[in-house]
């Protein structure tokens, strides 16, 4: 078809669109005025003039817009037949949600408009009414909503492990939400269910698991506190009927830096946070095996029952890896359920410069990898990793009869609701599949590695800029940890006075970077370390500039502490 009869075509349906819309909205009450002068113009166009020639002489028509004003949920489906209505409220709003990602990658903009909770609450329409609004309102409550949020997905957002906007599996999410399934039967999301099987293979491959099974959860303490339950499964299955009353004291080991999700863990099996033993660290931040093996001897003789070593694979706050291959022969000599939570680090498996840092990973019992982390999947995304199958089930099934009914007429082994924790469960594999398929392993492993590169960029800086201090040196991931020192205190005395001193200034840079909303960085003390920046680069939108800009802005807001 020729480029001039192609157009004639799109401007045939156009119109055809458009009579019907005018047919519509008119019984949805338009404005009378503009309806009126709208289909005026409209009818004039279709009288005088052939397809063509309309083409060639006149401007693009706007589209008719509905009257939102007038318009209400009620006016949508499935309570009215209107279809072509309800597409346009949708395309409404989803050109709002495209225009606010494609301004999430503008750095003119600003990262936050930060309110205090009493200012944005007048800003926001809070109140849940007894009478609808109408869909103008519902518009403007999202346009006010995007208006106020936090931009994750902006170039110069470092405050979270998660940071970035992908844009493939924000199309993913976009897809789950419209499809509106639950993933815990075949029955109900027999796609999803596919995807899901064939992803969790694929992570498991990169593990180095040659068989296995695993699950997608909410979040890397979820997919934590399922390892917790599958290794008191293995090691006391009667728990699972009969509780903990009478057991032995059961214990698990982790280190001190490792990611507070172990002790809610315990709490929620009935273990108890105080039977969270904490192992020591060395100065880079990793497991101190000889302490584990001396810690666990020690609560052997007490007559607790060590069940579950944790190596964490990238710290939370400075990206430490454990020494996974001899934390395994500790495990290996006390048979010891070997977890391996690399819910921050797990995307590294993905590069081959990198994966060093998780040798051993394959003799892990069980992993978490959070690929909505480094990976840069749309949040939620985590997954739990075991390396035998069918622990899950046996430890989670509770075999509701309604819902996984067992004389279904396909293969009961593709329902994997009972397996799961929680009864409903969302479709989040999914924007990671399509992320993976769309950018292809040597893609994510080429983001990743460009994150790593960024990190040491930033450390090469850091180190060469005055007033600029390592927290702890050579970081091994995207972890950067440091100090910023004002001139006011750059030369004295370490002191426990100078020390508090320091220790005010990243809340007080903080609190300004917020208020003028350039950037964002986290801050945390740490033991005895007073509070630091912790930078992450996480963001594939993220450049050196932008790391430059990050040192200039802490410099600009911070050099009159
Ligand atoms: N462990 C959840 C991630 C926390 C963070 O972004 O710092």
């Known amino acids: 078809m020729s480029r001039r009869r192609l157009m004639s075509a799109e401007v045939i349906s156009d119109s055809n669109r458009m009579a019907g819309v005018t047919e519509r909205i008119g019984s949805l009450g338009l404005n009378g005025s503009k309806k009126d002068l709208r289909e005026r113009d409209n009818e004039r166009l279709r009288r005088t003039m052939s397809v063509d020639d309309a083409l060639i002489t006149q401007p693009p028509q706007e589209e008719l817009q509905p009257d939102y004003f007038e318009l209400y949920a009620r006016d949508l ?37 930060f309110m205090q909770p009493s200012e944005l609450k007048e800003k926001l329409h809070l109140d849940l009414p007894d009478k ?48 509106n399934t639950n993933m815990f039967t075949y029955e109900i999301a027999p796609v999803f269910t596919l995807i899901e099987k064939a992803t969790l293979k694929k992570m498991r491959e ?14 890397g303490a979820i997919s934590n506190l399922y390892a917790v339950l599958a290794a008191r499964q293995h090691r006391l299955p009667q728990c699972k009927r009969m509780g903990l009353k009478g057991m032995p004291q059961l214990v698990i080991f982790t280190s001190v830096d490792s990611h507070f999700s172990f002790m809610k863990a315990a709490v929620i099996c009935g273990i108890g946070a105080d039977n969270v033993i904490a192992v020591n660290t060395d100065e880079r931040g990793k497991m101190l095996v000889s302490d584990l093996d001396d810690k666990i001897q020690q609560a052997s003789a007490r007559g607790d029952v060590p069940f579950l070593v944790n190596a964490t694979g990238g710290t939370t706050v400075r990206g430490s890896f454990d020494p996974i291959q001899s934390i395994a022969d500790v495990c290996e000599k006390y048979n010891i359920w070997l977890h391996v939570d690399a819910a921050w680090g797990g995307g590294v498996l993905l590069s081959r410069r990198h994966r060093h840092l998780l040798d051993g990973i394959e003799r892990a019992d069980s992993v978490t990898w959070n690929p909505h982390k480094i990976m840069g999947v749309t949040l939620q ?102 100090w910023y020192v004002p001139p006011s205190l750059r030369g004295l005395p370490d002191t426990r006075e100078n020390q508090l001193r320091l220790h005010k200034v990243a809340p007080a840079i903080k609190a300004r970077m917020m208020e003028h909303g350039t950037t964002m960085v986290g801050y945390q003390p740490l033991r005895e370390k007073v509070n630091f920046f912790r930078m992450i680069t996480s963001n594939p939108a993220t450049t050196k500039s932008d790391i430059d800009f990050l040192i200039e802005e802490i410099e600009r807001l911070g050099k009159d502490l």
């Open 381 to 482: 995304c985590s997954a739990i990793l075991l390396k035998e199958d069918g622990i899950l089930m046996e430890t989670n099934s509770m075999k509701a009869n309604y819902l996984f009914q067992q004389d279904k007429h396909y293969d009961l082994e593709y329902d994997t609701g009972d397996k799961a924790i929680q009864c409903g469960r969302h479709l989040d594999v999914f924007k990671l599949w399509l992320m993976w398929r769309a950018k292809g392993t040597r893609g994510l492993e080429a983001q990743i590695n460009k994150l790593m590169d960024l990190s040491q960029y930033l450390q090469d800086k850091l180190l060469e800029r005055p007033g600029f201090q390592m927290v702890f040196n050579k970081p091994e991931y995207c972890n950067v940890c440091f």
């Open 77 to 113: 489906l499935p309570a009215k037949e209107s279809g072509e209505l309800t597409g346009k409220f949708l395309k409404e709003v989803t050109e709002q949600l495209v225009e606010y990602i494609q301004g999430s990658f503008e750095r003119k903009n600003k990262v936050i408009d």
């Open 132 to 179: 609808a609004e109408n869909l103008d309102q519902i518009l403007l409550d999202i346009k006010n909503t995007l208006r106020y949020c936090v931009i994750t997905g902006h170039p110069r957002f470092f405050n979270q492990l998660s940071q970035g906007c992908d844009v493939i599996s924000t199309a993913g999410e976009w897809v789950t939400a419209a499809v």
């Open 206 to 219: 990169f593990i180095g698991y040659k068989d296995g099974e695993g699950i997608f959860c909410p979040g």
